[in-house]
Structures are given as structure tokens and as C-alpha cells.
């Protein structure tokens, strides 16, 4: 299922495949090409930014913020001002510009400008959860890793692979279903698949590759609490 997931949305131009040195390069079934290592501080802080926001907006806004800005002592040394004018388009843009900075001060004091490579020391960093460490190590140093985001866990979930309740759950379970030659590919998968095909609402059913394979676990979309106002006799 996930190889014909694959074959219906490579090449869609998501941002960690856009920003990579050769965006050309098919990232998880290719041969991993050494210099996206050079590139993990802008995929950690394009991963960052990206939280709750479009790949496309991400895209403008990571290159925007490297023509002024490119290294770790840059950033950490840029006025906070100016940070949040290059990220205002992200959204959330003062918490943005805020991680952005203390996670490069960090990485340019501690690590001598070189992102760690480990999840243990990525999630220390300000605005690094899970799924952007594993984003990280999954594309920038090719290891093995699950990036949990909202789309690989309604899908997960939906289709019936595994049965969870938050990312975390979710990605131990996978962990378990698939070998780990998979887990790259898994992230990169099915984020473009949510984004194109298997959406959260309206979900192209007739258009999936993997139609009568799925179990089709759609959760009705939850209905917006309205007050009622009390009717006076």
C-alpha cells in the first residue's frame, strides 16, 4: 500500500523535498545523496516554521529568510524585529522568530554550528518536538525515523493501519507494523498523499490508488458548539 501511495504523489514538491540541495532527487527511494548533511540547519528551521502552515507559504518564507540570513550565528545574532518581519507570513511569527533564534544560539554555541544528529539532543531545542527531529534525521542524515504529523496519523488511522490516539502512540505503532528500510518514506508519503488525495474533509476516495485496500475509518467531522440562548416564558 505504501509503494503505491508513493508512485501516485512523487515529485508533488513538498518543502523538505523542495530545499534540499538537488529538489530533483527522489529523497526516500534513491540513493541518499551526502549533501543534504550540509542542509540540516535549513531543514530544521524550515521544519520549525512549518508548523501549522502551507508547504507553499513555508517555501516563500525559508528563502526570504535566507537571502538576509543563512547560518546559525546570523540568525541567533539577527534583532528579533527582523525575524519576525521574514517569518510574519508563517503564522504564530513572534513564537516562530523566538525558536528560531535560541535554537541557532544554541547550535552555534554548543554544536559549532552543526545540527545534531541525534533525536535525544534535537528535541532540547526550542520548537523541536518529535516529528521534527525525525523530520531532521530522516532527510538530513538518512536515518531510520517516523515523522508523526497530523497527516500521517489520520491517515495511519484511517486506513486502517493502526489504531491510535496521538502522534507519539502512533508512531511507536508504525515502528512495529513496518520494517525499518520503510520508515523513511513513510512521512514524505503520506503528507503529500493527505495533502492531495486523502484529505481531512472531503477525502478523494474515487481517485486513490489503494481505494479497496483502505477500511475507510472516517471520522465525521466534529460540530462547532453553539450557545443556545434560554427562551424567556
Avoid at 45 to 69: G, M, P, Q
Avoid at 138 to 147: C, L
Avoid at 164 to 184: I, Y
Avoid at 214 to 219: A, D, S, T, V
Wanted: charged share 30%; with cysteine; aromatic share 6%.
Amino acid at each position: 500500500m505504501l509503494n503505491e501511495m508513493y508512485a501516485s504523489i512523487k515529485g508533488t514538491g513538498l518543502l523538505l523535498e523542495v530545499i534540499q540541495p538537488n529538489s530533483l532527487t527522489e529523497l526516500h527511494f534513491g540513493k541518499y545523496d551526502p549533501e543534504r548533511k550540509k542542509f540540516a540547519f535549513k531543514t530544521l528551521i524550515a521544519t520549525i516554521l512549518s508548523a501549522r502552515s502551507k508547504d507553499e507559504t513555508i517555501i516563500k518564507v525559508v528563502e526570504k529568510l535566507w537571502k538576509k540570513y543563512s547560518t546559525p550565528e546570523e540568525i541567533a545574532d539577527a534583532p528579533l524585529e527582523k525575524l519576525e518581519e521574514l517569518v510574519y507570513s508563517s503564522g504564530t511569527y513572534h513564537q516562530k522568530a523566538i525558536r528560531i533564534k535560541e535554537t541557532s544560539k544554541i547550535i552555534h554555541e554548543q554544536f559549532q554550528d552543526q545540527v545534531p544528529d541525534t533525536l535525544e539532543e534535537l528535541i532540547k531545542l526550542p520548537g523541536v518536538g518529535r516529528k521534527v527531529a525525525n523530520c531532521v534525521l530522516n532527510i538530513s542524515f538518512n536515518k531510520d525515523a517516523i515523522a508523526v504529523d497530523t497527516h500521517v496519523h489520520r491517515i495511519s488511522n484511517r486506513i486502517g493501519w493502526v489504531t491510535t490516539k496521538n502522534p507519539e502512540k502512533t508512531e511507536k505503532a508504525l515502528e512495529l507494523l513496518f520494517p525499518k528500510p520503510h520508515w523513511k518514506r513513510i512521512n514524505y508519503t503520506l503528507v503529500s498523499f493527505g495533502k492531495n488525495i486523502c484529505k481531512p474533509k472531503n477525502p478523494l476516495c474515487s481517485n486513490c490508488t489503494i481505494n479497496n485496500q483502505c477500511l475507510k475509518l472516517i471520522k465525521p467531522p466534529k460540530k462547532s458548539k453553539k450557545k443556545t440562548k434560554k427562551l424567556k416564558n
